[in-house]
Nanobody
Framework: VQLQASGGGLVQAGDSLRLSCAAS????????MGWFRQAPGKERELLSQ???????YTVDSVKGRFTISRDNTKNMVYLQMNSLKPEDTAVYYC??????????????????WGKGTQVTVSS
């Protein structure tokens, strides 16, 4: 099983990025997928989670700027990030689990994780 995140990079404040996460290695039907990030010196935090059917949850701190979506036909999940700020600088991770209840806190109980992609926002 593999989750591969991509799309990170170095951008300026106010720019946009779209992160992608490709899932492979098993049937992810029914799985919830989500995005986390970990900034230097900080704990990993949940950003957004989306169900197989498209119901989503986004934390208040990025709501209105970040939007999660998924394409089940391609086993892909995306995170559209707009109006980026220097404080959004972090390593971004995608994750998957059949249990939506595990998408909380630092996501320590989640079953599948991808390697992160670095997002750096300059001021």
């Amino acid at each position: 099983v593999q989750l591969q995140a991509s799309g990170g990079g170095l951008v300026q404040a106010g720019d946009s990025l779209r992160l992608s996460c490709a899932a492979s290695g098993r049937n992810f039907m029914g799985f919830h997928m989500g995005w986390f990030r970990q900034a230097p010196g900080k704990e990993r935090e949940l950003l957004s989670q989306i169900s197989w059917g498209g119901n989503s949850y986004t934390v208040d701190s990025v709501k209105g700027r970040f939007t999660i979506s998924r394409d089940n036909t391609k086993n892909m999940v995306y995170l559209q990030m707009n109006s980026l700020k220097p404080e959004d600088t972090a390593v971004y991770y995608c994750a998957a689990d059949a249990n939506v209840g595990r998408f909380r806190g630092n996501g320590g109980g989640l079953e599948y994780w991808g390697k992160g992609t670095q997002v750096t926002v300059s001021s």
